[in-house]
Nanobody, 126 residues
């Protein structure tokens, strides 16, 4: 059974860091693109970053470029989102998602993704 479990959220002060994890089971990471999305109260779900399946190419939203880094460990079947220099506007529930696709660069479009984690809350506040 295909499953994604995201974790690592919490409360952090502005300028701080967090690392989110997305543990996957039931499929091989190199056959799926993995994306991170977030949704703040009253706002639409927003794509944050993704990593392509076969090439491992990465993509970032402009709002997080230079501050967030996505990576994956195929041996551990886990994808990470390292978040540095966090801002209050980064506060949201963060979700990882998987798209069954190969030989195409990942995209930050939620409807393209087939499977979703349960979400983890990130709060940036002093």
């Amino acid at each position: 059974q295909l499953q994604l479990v995201d974790s690592g959220g919490g409360l952090v002060q502005p300028g701080g860091s967090l690392r989110l994890s997305c543990a996957v089971s039931g499929f091989a990471l190199d056959h799926y693109a993995i994306g991170w999305f977030r949704q703040a109260p009253g706002k639409e779900r927003e794509g944050v970053s993704c990593i392509s399946s076969s090439t491992g190419s990465t993509y970032y939203a402009d709002s997080v470029k230079g501050r967030f880094t996505i990576s994956r460990d195929n041996a551990k079947n886990t994808v990470y989102l390292q978040m540095n220099s966090l801002k209050p506007e980064d506060t949201a529930v963060y979700y990882c998602a998987a798209e069954a696709v190969m030989f195409r660069l990942c995209v930050l479009s939620a409807p393209e993704y087939d499977y979703w984690g349960q979400g983890t809350q990130v709060t940036v506040s002093s």
